[in-house]
Nanobody, 123 residues
Framework: QVQLVESGGGLVQPGGFLRLSCAAS????????MGWYRQAPGKQRELVAAITTGGSANYADSVKGRFTISRDNAKNTVSLQMNSLKPEDTAVYYCHADGVVVTTSGYRYLELWGQGTLVTVSS
């Protein structure tokens, strides 16, 4: 089955940095846009950054200049480099992708989500 698996979350001090990675595995035909969402306690899930297959990126205003999203189309991975972290960045971060997967009945376009990885920014 197709899965998105995140890694890299953890505890970091304000001003520090962290790199999140997400790897897609399984019977994947192709992936389209990939991105990262986050959900902080008491808040709605929000888009942090997204990237197209061509490398065009889009960021939430709150992270512009601090976060950088990248992807490797050949490896079906996407990463999020987070610098100058703030306590407000504390949240569960979810990897997301749209893509075409191979099922027993043929090709199917699906929306994929990772399990989430917790990022805590605190001194």
């Amino acid at each position: 089955q197709v899965q998105l698996v995140e890694s890299g979350g953890g505890l970091v001090q304000p001003g520090g940095f962290l790199r999140l990675s997400c790897a897609a595995s399984g019977s994947i035909f192709s992936l389209n846009a990939m991105g990262w969402y986050r959900q902080a306690p008491g808040k709605q899930r929000e888009l942090v950054a997204a990237i197209t297959t061509g490398g065009s990126a889009n960021y939430a205003d709150s992270v512009k200049g601090r976060f950088t999203i990248s992807r490797d189309n050949a490896k079906n991975t996407v990463s999020l480099q987070m610098n100058s972290l703030k306590p407000e960045d504390t949240a569960v971060y979810y990897c997301h992708a749209d893509g075409v997967v191979v099922t027993t009945s043929g090709y199917r376009y699906l929306e994929l989500w990772g399990q989430g990885t917790l990022v805590t920014v605190s001194s």
